[in-house]
T-cell receptor, first 115, second 115 residues
Framework: GAVVSQHPSRVICKSGTSVKIECRSLDFQATTMFWYRQFPKQSLMLMATSNEGSKATYEQGVEKDKFLINHASLTLSTLTVTSAHPEDSSFYIC???????????FGEGSRLTVL | AQTVTQSQPEMSVQEAETVTLSCTYDTSESNYYLFWYKQPPSRQMILVIRQEAYKQQNATENRFSVNFQKAAKSFSLKISDSQLGDTAMYFCAFDLIQGAQKLVFGQGTRLTINP
């Protein structure tokens, strides 16, 4: 089946630094990718929709200058958490929509810890 | 805007029993998909079952089946002959077939299967 890979799976950084998370569709072209944030024991909250070749669409309340999203190709989207602070610590999950029936495929998730 | 509600934060049953997870949703749209996703401790999101709103027949996947009541906007998941490996968070989700497609998740139900 289709595979979406996220990297890194875990990252620890110091407060004030920037962290980049990659989301790749390994065996299909993803016209649209989504970035979610999940706090412990909570649901997935959509942060933004990433479309190849155009600007991402952010959900209400999500700071676009804080969470930079780039979808440079049909197989790669990146989320950069800029000037990270401890409150940005969370589990970030990406998903990619295929070009067939539009089924969504999820990455393994990335756990960010900001010290 | 679409909303998805799961009113059961936690459920627990014995192995081999049948369990039903509840989900209600609200939308003014007529064409949409409904999903149940499983998130085991590994945090990888796994698609359990999908239902197209235009189909009257309830979807089934082996031990998993749904009771889709479109007029009542209800979409419950039944797990038959539950297994220890079914222990996970289960999320009900909604997605439009056309237009602004973005998956909206319910709050989740933590299901524990006891030996």
């Amino acid at each position: 089946g289709a595979v979406v890979s996220q990297h890194p799976s875990r990252v620890i950084c110091k407060s004030g630094t920037s962290v980049k998370i990659e989301c790749r569709s390994l065996d299909f072209q993803a016209t649209t990718m989504f970035w979610y944030r999940q706090f412990p024991k909570q649901s997935l909250m959509l942060m933004a929709t990433s479309n190849e070749g155009s600007k991402a669409t952010y959900e209400q309340g999500v700071e676009k200058d804080k969470f930079l999203i780039n979808h440079a190709s049909l197989t790669l989207s990146t989320l950069t958490v800029t000037s990270a602070h401890p409150e940005d610590s969370s589990f970030y999950i990406c998903s990619a929509r295929g070009t067939g029936n539009g089924e969504l495929f999820f990455g393994e998730g990335s756990r960010l810890t900001v010290l | 805007a679409q909303t998805v509600t799961q009113s059961q934060p936690e459920m627990s049953v014995q192995e081999a029993e049948t369990v039903t997870l509840s989900c209600t949703y609200d939308t003014s749209e007529s064409n949409y998909y409904l999903f149940w996703y499983k998130q085991p401790p590994s945090r990888q999101m796994i698609l359990v079952i999908r239902q197209e709103a235009y189909k009257q027949q309830n979807a089934t996947e082996n031990r998993f089946s749904v009771n889709f009541q479109k007029a009542a906007k209800s979409f419950s998941l039944k797990i038959s002959d539950s297994q220890l490996g079914d222990t996970a968070m289960y999320f009900c989700a909604f997605d439009l077939i056309q237009g602004a497609q973005k998956l909206v998740f319910g709050q989740g139900t933590r299901l524990t299967i006891n030996p």
